[in-house]
């Protein structure tokens, strides 16, 4: 069998030294096809997509990353249904790796592989992670699948009260595994988003892990994130720039004489795209008045495309980036914000506990009136 190998890492530049850098040579099968592969990471500060291609000879590429191991996942297309994908993830340091992908007649073509200083993420506790939230988990997903083309308030509602469970179990084994630095990665990426729980509560569970990990660049994203959780109305906030649709930086407000309503949604988020439908019908009240930014958090800029194409979402749109993410706890969806020109923050959704926008329209038609 015939494979072609690249040699996979993050170019780019960073003012902060990096803890190290990182090589990882990947190893295909022919019958893949590298133009559908995706390869994103996470460095430990932020995770972005890797571009991949095929050329005459490996590609060398250098990186650095700030965690205790970077964090690589490969996304392949099921071709059996579109919009499913196929993930492998691993988990590397400094010394030069190796993934091999060995069998691609399996229905899942990284299901089999072989490794070379590369973590597979059991290796590092994810197994114990997964036997402890199975029952909750399988609920959620089961309950998603059925009714996701369904969706409803009553739906929505049940939806969004098996996704707490998911996740109050998912910051119990966190809890009680606090010395495992597996449990250390999933609060930084998924607990300390958890919008039961306070700021104060999530800064109370991050005191119980090491001194090492709590001061390490991991740790001092995460009291990033957790600043940006609480950020409530009447704050004011940086004029923070995100990436357009075109590639392109733009500020977040960019008129002097009008607010800002920013709509944080997704494709594949249902909650979402039951917002983002009032969030349009308040849009052909106040446009006049009111500049509407809808940021993404979709990875795939098909399923954006044509989400905004079926959905007719007419506005400003943008890419989800890390600064965004961690001034607004945006990591959290859906999301909705109102903000003065000056960068005073009128409305917060979930602060408000709001969820029909009922009392947002009522705010925008109040502040209008005053001008």
Not at 123 to 149: A, M, P, W
Not at 250 to 270: G, P, R, T
Request: positive net charge; glycine residues 4%.
């Amino acid at each position: 069998m015939k494979c072609f190998i690249f040699i996979l890492s993050v170019m780019g530049s960073c003012a902060v030294k990096g803890q190290g850098v990182f090589k990882i040579s990947l190893i295909l099968p022919e019958e893949l096809e590298i133009d559908k592969l995706n390869v994103f990471y996470d460095n430990g500060i932020s995770e972005d997509k890797l571009k991949v291609s095929r050329k005459n000879g490996p590609l060398f590429l250098t990186g650095k990353y700030f965690s205790k191991y970077v964090f690589l996942k490969l996304v392949y297309p099921d071709t059996r249904k579109e919009g499913n994908k196929f993930i492998g993830t691993f988990f590397a340091n400094d010394k030069p790796g190796v993934i091999r992908i060995v069998k691609s007649d399996s229905i899942n073509p990284f299901q089999y592989y072989k490794l070379k200083n590369v973590l597979a993420p059991n290796e590092l506790g994810k197994s114990r992670f997964d036997d402890f939230i199975k029952k909750e988990h399988v609920d959620f997903v089961n309950f998603i699948q059925k009714y996701t083309d369904q969706m409803n308030d009553s739906l929505a509602s049940i939806a969004f009260e098996k996704s707490d469970k998911l996740m109050n179990k998912k910051t119990e084994f966190v809890i009680k595994n606090n010395s495992n630095y597996y449990s250390f990665w999933v609060y930084r990426r998924e607990v300390v988003y958890n919008h039961m729980i306070t700021p104060d509560s999530l800064t109370k569970i991050f005191n119980t892990f090491t001194e090492s990990l709590k001061s390490s660049r991991e740790g001092k994203e995460v009291k990033k994130i957790i600043a940006g959780l609480d950020l409530r109305k009447n704050q004011f906030i940086d004029n923070v720039r995100i990436k357009d649709i075109n590639g392109d930086f733009i500020k977040i407000i960019n008129n002097e004489k009008k607010y800002v309503l920013l709509n944080f949604w997704a494709s594949w988020c249902a909650p979402c795209l039951k917002e983002v439908s009032i969030v349009l019908d308040i849009k052909k009240k106040y446009s006049d008045y009111v500049d509407f930014v809808f940021v993404s958090a979709d990875e795939d800029i098909l399923d954006f495309e044509k989400a905004v194409k079926k959905f007719n979402i007419i506005g400003r749109h943008a890419f989800i980036n890390d600064d965004l993410m961690k001034a607004f706890g945006a990591q959290v969806i859906p999301k909705v914000y109102l903000i003065k020109s000056d960068g005073l923050v009128l409305y917060n959704r979930n602060e408000e506990k709001d969820f029909k926008l009922e009392y947002l329209e009522k705010l925008i038609e109040k502040e209008i009136s005053m001008k």
